[in-house]
């Protein structure tokens, strides 16, 4: 299959071969590197662009109820002020066409983030990746969902809760109505071509919906197509200049989307029909997730006192990165479909947050 890519310095479209991960142009020698996006590449995964047709060689994802069995994992230690736990999930799909370099790292940072910033105890960190030897442990379907039903379980108030999930994002067609765009957001197990993709429909039943008052719940997802991946009911629309309104997201067929009185907030990758970048370009040492990266560079750099000095400063960081010395693969529908050609160029995403209630986002305190 022939694949093009766009010069990162003077745009003439250059001829990419099989394999390679950087091109130098002929004409002005600038050197574009490539960088994978985190979603599912063409053709069997995407939705075709002209009639929107389920993904084929997929089983279906249609909707499940929350996990409510029991789990192998031991719960969190108490706490007087209040439990921390989490849930981090990185997946490579190691030794698959859609192997990510990344993830791994993703979830071994985040997991240093919250144990040495934010003082989770490690004892109360559910690690799940391909690495772990306890088959228990591994980002299968399964094993994401009894994971998630694990954060809440118990949930009382006072208790901080995290999910991080590093991996590959996809979309399939909403069919009970309750999406303004008309399509699910997913994320993907490590075994999705067997077990099938777990929608944003069963996440927000279960980690959402049953958050009692004065319980708090953080999403990070790093992944494309993840803008609204907890189905929360309000957007934040940040400008490049900070300006911000709340979006109202709210299904319009009257499904309660929010909590029992928690607050949850969801930091994700990308917009809904974006996607996002595994990447050098930003490290400049090894794989990660660019999302994942400027979440933790904003911390670690203190520019996360509030919301919005935190989401910002994550959009100029990508936003200021030389992405197209890390271009991404974009996989253009038409184009197959017309050329049999896969179209590479320049990945752009914008980090979005997404809250249960809107609020000011540059008054409310930062924590997790």
């Known amino acids: 299959m022939q694949m093009l890519i766009d010069c990162s310095n003077c745009r003439r479209t250059l001829n990419l071969p099989p394999g390679a991960t950087t091109i130098r142009c002929a004409i002005c020698h600038a050197i574009t590197h490539v960088a994978e996006p985190r979603s599912i590449p063409a053709p069997h995964f995407y939705y075709n662009n002209i009639n929107h047709s389920t993904p084929q060689h997929l089983p279906p994802s249609s909707h499940c109820a929350p996990y409510s069995g029991s789990v192998p994992w031991a719960p969190a230690p108490p706490n007087p002020q209040g439990r921390k736990k989490a849930v981090i999930c990185g997946i490579s799909y190691k030794g698959s066409q859609f192997e990510l370099k990344g993830c791994l790292n993703d979830a071994k940072c985040m997991k240093y983030l919250l144990m040495n910033r934010f ?7 559910l690690m799940l990746t391909e690495e772990e030897a306890d088959p228990s442990k591994r980002p299968t379907k399964k094993n994401i969902r009894m994971a998630l039903h694990w954060l809440v379980l118990d949930c009382q108030a006072g208790d901080s809760l995290v999910f ?7 979309q399939q067609q909403d069919e009970n109505g309750d999406e303004v765009d008309g399509f699910d957001e997913t994320i993907l197990p490590m075994d999705f071509e067997e077990e099938g993709m777990i929608l944003d429909d069963e996440i927000n039943d279960t980690i959402v919906r049953p958050l009692p008052r004065g319980a708090k719940l953080h999403a990070i997802v790093d992944a494309c197509h993840s803008g609204t991946v907890l189905d929360l009911p309000y957007l934040c629309r940040m400008t490049a200049s900070g300006q911000y309104k709340w979006e109202d997201h709210r299904p319009k067929n009257g499904q309660n989307k929010g909590t029992s009185g928690g607050e949850v907030f969801c930091f994700s990758g990308c917009d809904d029909n974006q996607t996002s970048a595994d990447t050098v370009a930003l490290s400049k040492v090894t794989s990660t997730g660019a999302m994942t990266f400027s979440f933790i560079q904003a911390v670690e750099e203190g520019q996360a006192s509030t919301y919005g000095i935190l989401l910002n400063s994550m959009k100029a960081t990508i936003r200021h990165t030389n992405l197209l010395d890390g271009a991404g693969r974009v996989t253009s529908i038409l184009a197959l479909l017309l050329n049999g050609r896969t179209v590479l160029q320049g990945l752009k995403q ?19």
Not at 119 to 125: A, C, K, T, Y
Request: cysteine-free.
């Open 119 to 125: 003082g989770f105890p490690e004892q109360s960190i």
């Open 350 to 368: 914008e980090p979005q947050l997404t809250s249960s209630e809107p609020f000011d986002v540059y008054t409310k305190p930062f924590s997790l």
């Open 164 to 170: 991080h999930y590093s991996g590959h994002g996809s």
